[in-house]
């Protein structure tokens, strides 16, 4: 069964400062991977989806690598501002059967101090 | 842009109770999902639909039923409500390979 971890729990950092969030899963058979964010009681924003093809994908000040073979992934943050300031989550989307829904980590929740 | 609208943003109510949580999507997906989301489990998934009037367990299903009799409504039902149904309930669409779009949730309380 899959399983999706993302380190650390909680970040703070300074804003203008450059910062990576982690995803690692367990099984590197996945269709794609989706990172996501959340405000405090709203829905979730889907911020980039990587195929399972691709290497990175990039929206804005935000890039998104994928190394499939490693079970990893992570989302580069440019020139933080206090409006980051979110929960993000990794979700990855299984290739075959039943595997097919999103499977989702815990989420890196982040703030940008100003 | 993509649009998903769940009919309540906040929902109290009484332990055995039958609950309806309804979600519209406005961009003729052919996939729609429910989950829960708790504070240290993350988001789970209920229960999914790939198309009208099918439907398809997902990870924690028990308590629950859904029903999709048209392509962009689902709604999700607790047929007996109880106190540890208490949470985040999220609802999202998307077609087949997509990202999926979600909406604002609904915060259930049961007493």
């Known amino acids: 069964k899959q399983e999706v971890t993302q380190i650390p729990a909680a970040l703070s950092v300074p804003e203008g400062e450059n910062l990576v969030l982690n995803c690692s899963f367990t099984?590197?058979?996945?269709?794609?991977l989706q990172w996501f964010r959340q405000d405090p009681g709203k829905g979730l924003t889907s911020l980039l989806l990587?195929?399972?093809?691709?290497r990175e994908q990039t929206s804005g000040r935000l890039n998104a690598s994928l190394d499939k073979s490693s079970g990893r992934s992570t989302l580069y943050i440019a020139a933080s501002q206090p409006g980051d300031s979110a929960t993000y989550l990794c979700?990855?989307?299984?290739?075959?059967?039943?595997?097919?829904?999103?499977?989702f980590g815990s989420g890196t929740q982040l703030t940008v101090l100003p | 842009d993509v649009k998903v609208t769940q009919s309540s943003r906040y929902l109290v109510k009484r332990t055995g109770e039958k609950v309806f949580l309804e979600c519209v999507q406005d961009?003729?997906?052919?996939?729609m999902f429910w989950y829960r989301q708790d504070p240290g489990l993350g988001l789970r998934l209920i229960y999914f639909?790939?198309?009208?009037?099918?439907?398809e367990k997902g990870d924690i299903p028990e308590g629950y039923s859904v029903s999709r009799e048209k392509k962009e409504r689902f709604s999700l039902i607790l047929e007996s409500a109880s106190t540890n149904q208490t949470s985040m309930y999220l609802c999202?669409?998307?077609?087949?390979?997509?990202?999926?779009?979600f909406g604002d949730g609904t915060r259930l309380s049961i007493l």
């Open positions: 999202a669409s998307s077609r087949f390979g997509d990202p999926q779009h």
């Open positions: 099984d590197s058979a996945i269709y794609n």
């Open positions: 990587i195929q399972s093809s691709q």
């Open positions: 979700a990855v989307r299984g290739s075959s059967g039943s595997a097919r829904q999103l499977t």
């Open positions: 961009m003729d997906h052919e996939n």
């Open positions: 639909s790939y198309d009208v009037k099918m439907k």
